[in-house]
Antibody, heavy 118, light 107 residues
Framework: EVQLLEFGGGLVQPGGSLRLSCAAS????????MSWVRQAPGKGLEWVAG????????YYADSVKGRFTISRDNSKNTVYVQMNSLRAEDTAVYYC???????????WGQGTLVTVSS | EIVLTQSPGTLSLSPGERATLSCRAS???????LAWYQQKPGQAPRLLIY???SRAAGIPDRFSGSGSGTDFALTISRLEPEDFAVYYC????????FGQGTRLDFK
């Protein structure tokens, strides 16, 4: 059974940084690209970033390019997103999902809430 | 960026009725790269349909997807109480974008 468990959400001030983690199990981690998708309170879904199975290719939404960095540690079956220069509009539940740029997402984590506020 | 526009914003129906949800793209989307999700409050989205018309594993056959080009639809043939939720379309052929969602409410 595929399991994706996100960690690291919380309250951060505008301009601050946060790193989210997603621990994966139940599948061959290196064979799959991984993505982060977010959902602002009461709003729809927004794809944020993705990374290939090897970690060699990354891609970002324009709204986070230059501020967020996605990475993965295949020895730990974990994908990360480092979020810098956070803004109020980054407030959202952040989900990790199994799949990449040309995939639908059949497996999702439970989400972790990031609140950017002073 | 391909913009997906879902309609209606809210659909009010009763159990047993048929629901048809629309997703229109601002430019042509390959059918290979169109998906539908269901989301209930406090839960992650659940994949229903991928490739415009293929049901994901474990999805009941009352859910069906159709369409091509810029116009796609999700049909629920006979609504069950557990189907009342928010539904999103997604295209993943040119970057990745989601529609704004259709809320399916009890009438």
């Amino acid at each position: 059974e595929v399991q994706l468990l996100e960690f690291g959400g919380g309250l951060v001030q505008p301009g601050g940084s946060l790193r989210l983690s997603c621990a994966a199990s139940g599948f061959t981690f290196t064979a799959y690209a991984m993505s982060w998708v977010r959902q602002a309170p009461g709003k729809g879904l927004e794809w944020v970033a993705g990374i290939s199975g090897s970690g060699g290719t990354t891609y970002y939404a324009d709204s986070v390019k230059g501020r967020f960095t996605i990475s993965r540690d295949n020895s730990k079956n974990t994908v990360y997103v480092q979020m810098n220069s956070l803004r109020a509009e980054d407030t959202a539940v952040y989900y990790c999902a199994k799949g990449g740029r040309y995939d639908s997402y059949g497996d999702w984590g439970q989400g972790t809430l990031v609140t950017v506020s002073s | 960026e391909i913009v997906l526009t879902q309609s209606p914003g809210t659909l009010s129906l009763s159990p047993g009725e048929r629901a048809t949800l629309s997703c229109r793209a601002s430019q042509s989307v390959s059918s290979t790269y169109l998906a539908w999700y269901q989301q209930k409050p406090g839960q992650a989205p659940r994949l229903l349909i991928y490739g415009a018309s293929s049901r994901a594993a474990g999805i009941p056959d009352r859910f069906s997807g159709s369409g091509s080009g810029t116009d796609f639809a999700l049909t629920i043939s006979r609504l069950e109480p557990e189907d009342f939720a928010v539904y999103y379309c997604q295209q993943y052929g040119s970057s990745i974008t989601f529609g704004q969602g259709t809320r399916l409410d009890f009438k």
